[in-house]
């Protein structure tokens, strides 16, 4: 007796549900990055061969270059709650526009009294708007110390962590300017820190 032949038919799978959720991801991924902002201060980092990655979360970084210290932290949550606190302690409010708008602002260098006029500014404005003078860190009015007292109480309230310090300094900028923001860090007993360089061939 014959064997029976089976028709074979060809396999088709459609593929259009997939094209779908992964248009969906990459619209979610678009419309929920936040775009790295440029460095307000630009600054040559010196060469190093030692290499270690620094945290991406719970770290601070001030930048030193031509007489001028900025000043970031990560995290929104962590810059609002920063924000919140120069505030009360300058006595500023602050709205909730200008508290979100202050949340996506990256490295900044503005003394506290300008600093409503310079979040409200866009991004193109605030490099020539002339306010950009850098954080005060003279004695009678440091404020860079008080940047930095904040920001560390944001995230031990708020991530029960201790936040890390990196310093992003000019290789060219005179050793007083870099030794009068480690005095700074000393006296809020931050005696561990992160020396940002660029990586140097191994000879």
Do not use: C
Not at 50 to 78: N, S
Not at 105 to 118: D, E, R
Not at 149 to 158: M, Y
């Amino acid at each position: 007796m014959p064997r029976v032949k089976v028709q074979r038919k060809a396999l088709t799978i459609d593929m259009t549900a997939m094209t779908d959720v992964s248009f969906l991801l990459l619209t979610f991924f678009i419309l929920t990055a936040t775009a790295k902002q440029p460095d307000p201060l630009d600054v040559k980092i010196p060469t190093s061969t030692y290499t270690i990655k620094v945290p991406d979360q719970d770290i601070a970084l001030l930048t030193i270059g031509k007489g001028k210290v900025f000043f970031e932290t990560t995290g929104q949550d962590i810059k609002i709650a920063t924000l919140e606190k120069i505030g009360k302690q300058y006595q500023i409010v602050f709205s909730p526009e200008e508290k979100k708008r202050f949340s996506v602002i990256g490295s900044f260098g503005v003394p506290v009294q300008n600093l409503k006029a310079y979040i409200m500014m866009d991004g193109a404005k605030r490099t020539s708007s002339g306010l950009e003078t850098g954080i005060p860190t003279d004695s009678a009015n440091n404020q860079l110390a008080d940047w930095v007292l904040h920001s560390r109480q944001a995230v031990a309230e708020l991530h029960s962590s201790a936040m890390r310090v990196s310093i992003k300094g000019d290789a060219e900028e005179e050793y007083p300017s870099v030794k009068k923001i480690i005095d700074i860090l000393q006296k809020q007993k931050i005696n561990k820190f992160s020396l940002l360089t660029n990586a140097e061939a191994l000879p």
